[in-house]
């Protein structure tokens, strides 16, 4: 951690700290804001400032010169118990934390964004949260969602089932959005709960003045409360602060890599439009499972030997083959249009299906229906006896996947939940009108 070499030298000579307000030129040019830390300093030539704006920039130190503003001496967060009473009047509900920004709070002493462990970091944060719920919060993991494992699904479950046994009224997931819509499916298939369980995150973070960081949180709170008893995922649904969707947590996924309305329904509509702390059904005809008193139940046994395969032009049979020499118990193709892929790949599907390996079709257009029948190569893909996927996202059937090799190692069982809508991820024979809205 720290600055060395050229960058060191170069903030040592203006008695710059980390923490520190700093004016720095170059190519006359101004940027103001404070020191960050720095992980990494492959070329040691540069420093990272974080701008009023909330952005992070990079600059390299040379031909540059630097102004001290003012010395690092904000004060951090107070850290003392804030020893708030519980109102009985209001449900309980308890936030868990895997990481991400949503669930994180700023150190103002160096502008960094650290995750807020404890229910007083969040309230501190996020006062509003008081007006809704008592809130108990706990960090159970501090990991970029990219690292997300099936193991860790599991350990997310388990904490969600402890806290319903624990009297939760509802629970809230931080998480990063990258893998968000994988938790919210593996947590599908592994709870079912008498209350409602939403996942939420936050695609920029709360020392930007575009976070959606507060609204996300507030209105997963607000879905924490309702009847809804499943495991949803709440995110914004347009680009400005106007409210948010509530997705069935199957049926969602990440569709842009910036934009604070990237989660969206695929092949259904959300369930429920949040706003002004109302929530709303979309379609009055739109099935859920309603809060309970219930017992919470866990099935979390899963095979984490399951491998997603994209078909493209060109493919190679031996991809297939390569997964079964290494032992894989399943596989989901992403195939193209209606669930296709090249004929060079047959031999090594009929290989799988003898040696008892399952793998379901799905297909790369999203929306529609996967339909093996219409034209003579899905016939044959049929034929070596790969499972339709129907309407089902790739992400969705890989995480079903793993999770239906768990319950069971008899192939006809495994094909029997592939096909079985277990949590709403199975949908209507027809989809036109999800794409068409």
Same mark, same amino acid.
């Given at each position: 951690?720290?600055?060395?070499?050229?960058?060191?030298?170069?903030?040592?000579?203006?008695?710059?700290?980390?923490?520190?307000?700093?004016?720095?030129?170059?190519?006359?040019?101004?940027?103001? *804001?404070?020191?960050?830390?720095?992980?990494?300093?492959?070329?040691?030539?540069?420093?990272?400032?974080?701008?009023?704006?909330?952005?992070?920039?990079?600059?390299?130190?040379?031909?540059?010169?630097?102004?001290?503003?003012?010395?690092?001496?904000?004060?951090?967060?107070?850290?003392?118990?804030?020893?708030?009473?519980?109102?009985?009047?209001?449900?309980?509900?308890?936030?868990?934390?895997?990481?991400?920004?949503?669930?994180?709070?700023?150190?103002?002493?160096?502008?960094? !964004?650290?995750?807020?462990?404890?229910?007083?970091?969040?309230?501190?944060?996020?006062?509003?949260?008081?007006?809704?719920?008592?809130?108990?919060?706990?960090?159970?993991?501090?990991?970029?969602?990219?690292?997300?494992?099936?193991?860790?699904?599991?350990?997310?479950?388990?904490?969600?089932?402890?806290?319903?046994?624990?009297? $939760? /009224?509802?629970?809230?997931?931080?998480?990063?959005?990258?893998?968000?819509?994988?938790?919210?499916?593996?947590?599908?298939?592994?709870?079912?709960?008498?209350?409602?369980?939403?996942?939420?995150?936050?695609?920029?973070?709360?020392?930007?003045?575009?976070?959606?960081?507060?609204?996300?949180?507030?209105?997963?709170?607000?879905?924490?409360?309702?009847?809804?008893?499943?495991?949803?995922?709440?995110?914004? $649904?347009?680009?400005?602060?106007?409210?948010?969707?509530?997705?069935?947590?199957?049926?969602?996924?990440?569709?842009?890599?910036?934009?604070?309305?990237?989660?969206?329904?695929?092949?259904?509509?959300?369930?429920?439009?949040?706003?002004?702390?109302?929530?709303?059904?979309?379609?009055?005809?739109?099935?859920?499972?309603?809060?309970?008193?219930?017992?919470?139940?866990?099935?979390?046994?899963?095979?984490?030997? !399951?491998?997603?395969?994209?078909?493209?032009?060109?493919?190679?049979?031996?991809?297939?083959?390569?997964?079964?020499?290494?032992?894989?118990? *399943?596989?989901?193709?992403?195939?193209?249009?209606?669930?296709?892929?090249? /004929?060079?790949?047959?031999?090594?599907?009929?290989?799988?299906?003898?040696?008892?390996?399952?793998?379901?079709?799905?297909?790369?257009?999203?929306?529609?229906?996967?339909?093996?029948?219409?034209?003579?190569?899905?016939?044959?893909?049929?034929?070596?006896?790969?499972?339709?996927?129907? /309407?089902?996202?790739?992400?969705?059937?890989?995480?079903?996947?793993?999770?239906?090799?768990?319950?069971? /190692?008899?192939?006809?069982? !495994?094909?029997?939940?592939?096909?079985?809508?277990?949590?709403?991820?199975?949908?209507?024979?027809?989809?036109?009108?999800?794409?068409?809205?």
């Amino acid at each position: 951690m720290g600055y060395k070499g050229s960058s060191g030298k170069f903030l040592d000579s203006s008695d710059i700290s980390i923490g520190d307000i700093v004016k720095i030129t170059k190519n006359e040019t101004s940027y103001q *804001g404070i020191l960050l830390d720095r992980a990494e300093d492959p070329d040691d030539k540069h420093i990272v400032l974080k701008l009023n704006s909330g952005y992070n920039v990079g600059i390299d130190v040379v031909d540059a010169t630097a102004e001290l503003v003012q010395k690092g001496d904000i004060p951090k967060l107070e850290h003392h118990p804030l020893n708030i009473k519980k109102d009985a009047d209001k449900p309980d509900i308890s936030i868990i934390s895997t990481g991400g920004t949503v669930a994180s709070v700023i150190d103002y002493k160096t502008g960094a !964004v650290h995750p807020a462990f404890t229910a007083d970091d969040l309230i501190r944060a996020n006062p509003e949260l008081l007006s809704h719920a008592n809130i108990n919060g706990k960090a159970i993991l501090n990991i970029l969602s990219e690292n997300m494992r099936p193991e860790y699904w599991v350990k997310t479950a388990r904490a969600i089932v402890d806290e319903i046994n624990d009297g $939760a /009224d509802g629970v809230v997931i931080a998480h990063g959005t990258d893998t968000m819509h994988y938790t919210s499916a593996a947590l599908n298939f592994m709870l079912d709960t008498p209350v409602p369980v939403v996942v939420t995150g936050a695609q920029r973070s709360s020392d930007r003045p575009s976070s959606d960081a507060f609204m996300n949180l507030i209105s997963s709170l607000v879905a924490a409360k309702s009847n809804i008893a499943e495991v949803t995922l709440c995110m914004h $649904a347009e680009e400005d602060d106007s409210y948010c969707y509530l997705h069935r947590g199957t049926k969602v996924r990440k569709m842009h890599t910036t934009r604070r309305d990237t989660f969206r329904s695929i092949n259904a509509l959300p369930i429920a439009k949040i706003e002004n702390g109302n929530l709303k059904l979309v379609d009055k005809t739109v099935e859920y499972k309603k809060r309970s008193n219930n017992d919470v139940h866990l099935r979390d046994e899963l095979e984490e030997k !399951v491998a997603l395969i994209k078909s493209y032009p060109g493919i190679p049979g031996d991809i297939i083959d390569y997964h079964i020499d290494k032992g894989y118990k *399943g596989m989901v193709l992403e195939g193209t249009g209606l669930g296709h892929c090249p /004929d060079n790949l047959l031999p090594s599907l009929e290989r799988a299906k003898n040696e008892d390996i399952p793998i379901i079709m799905t297909s790369q257009c999203f929306y529609g229906l996967v339909d093996m029948n219409v034209y003579s190569t899905g016939r044959k893909i049929l034929s070596a006896g790969v499972i339709s996927g129907l /309407d089902m996202l790739p992400e969705t059937a890989y995480v079903k996947m793993v999770w239906a090799l768990g319950q069971t /190692d008899n192939i006809e069982e !495994v094909k029997k939940i592939i096909q079985t809508d277990i949590a709403g991820e199975i949908g209507e024979k027809s989809s036109e009108k999800f794409f068409l809205n």
